[in-house]
C-alpha cells in the first residue's frame, strides 16, 4: 500500500515522506526555498536560476493538477520543517501514455543516506498504484558526470540507452546526458 505519511531514519536523521496536499500552495515558501538551495549549490538539475515565489505557486498548481487528474505521483521529503528532497513520476501523454517520466531532487546534506533509494522504490510503487494509465516503462534524464546518481539509477534496474552530447550547460562546459529507462 502506497505511503500518505510516514517518518523514516536515514543516518541520524528523522525525515518525513508524504505525499502533497492543497495546504502545499499555502507552503509554496518551503518548496522555493528547497529549489532556490539547489540552484545556489549548482546542484545537477536542470534549473540554474533562483525560482520566484510566484513561479513556485504556479509549478505547485500544476503539480497538484497532475496528482489528481492521476497522471502525476509526487513525494516531498521534510526533515526540521524544511523540504529536502522531491520525487516524481509524471505520465507522458498520447502515444507514449505508457512512459513515466522519473525525476528526482535531494539537498546536499542528505544525499548518500539511502533516501534517493527509498523515495525511488517508493514512488514507483505510487505510480503503479495510481497513475492512470499506469506506465509499463520508467524513463529519465542525467547528467552523464553524476556518477552518485547515475550509480542509484542502476541498482534500480535503469539502464543507459543513448548519450546525448553537449545537451547541458554546467559550469561553463557543455555536459552530455543519458537517456536511462527501466521496465516497471
Known sequence: MPINMETKKF??????????EKADMKNAKKFQDFIN???KED???LM????TLKEEKEYIANMLRGVKNKNRVYLIAEC??????TVSIESERWRRSHIGIFSIAISSGYRGLGLGKYLMSEIIKLAKAELNPKPTILRLEAYSNNKPAIGLYKKMGLKIIAKIPSQIQYKGKLVSEFIMIRKI
Open 48 to 51: 540554474n536560476e533562483p525560482a
Open 37 to 39: 538551495f539547489l540552484v
Open 80 to 85: 526540521d520543517k524544511k523540504i529536502i528532497g
Open 11 to 20: 543516518g541520524d536523521k528523522q525525515i518525513i515522506i508524504r505525499k502533497p
Open 43 to 45: 546542484a545537477k538539475i
